[in-house]
């Protein structure tokens, strides 16, 4: 192999390590400090907040946590989205080592809501199923994060 060749290759397997290396720190920043928040807009001009809806018979109309160590804590479903994790920008903040800092989130679409995992690595379940997709909640279902588990109330 000439030694030409030889740099080439020194080179390209330098570059790959620093994109790993750069990807890890990456992902590691995300997950301390969480996701960025849009700047606010500009003085004079205030974005129109849309009227909440009120709740329809039956419906759900917040998040509780019935079970782990921060039971009692509830998030008002009007506020939807609801972010469900440890960062600081979550509406339901758990201090569960188990826990990513933007594990799951509930959403309102359609007159129906539903509860979807934000790629986390310990997984969101609903029930005993293991989510991989949005799926649709309703009042009283029990939504396990780590080792919390939260409910949709009345």
């Not at 080439?8 to 960025?36: E, P, T």
């Not at 809806?53 to 989205?81: C, F, H, W, Y």
């Amino acid at each position: 192999m000439s030694e030409l060749t030889l740099f080439l290759v020194r080179i390209a397997y330098l570059a790959i390590l620093w994109i790993f290396v750069l990807s890890a720190i990456s992902v590691i920043r995300s997950d301390m400090f969480g996701a960025r928040v849009p700047a606010p807009a500009a003085p004079g001009k205030q974005p129109r907040a849309p009227k909440p809806a009120s709740p329809r018979r039956g419906q759900p109309t917040k998040v509780e946590v019935v079970q782990g160590v921060n039971t009692g804590i509830v998030a008002d479903l009007s506020q939807a989205p609801v972010l469900i994790g440890r960062g600081n920008d979550a509406a339901i903040r758990l201090d569960d080592d188990y826990v990513s800092t933007r594990h799951a989130r509930i959403v309102e679409s359609g007159g129906q809501w539903y509860v979807e995992d934000l790629g986390s690595t310990n997984g969101t379940y609903l029930g005993s199923q293991r989510l991989t997709q949005p799926v649709p909640v309703g009042l009283g279902s029990q939504i396990r994060i780590g080792k919390t588990i939260v409910e949709l109330r009345k």
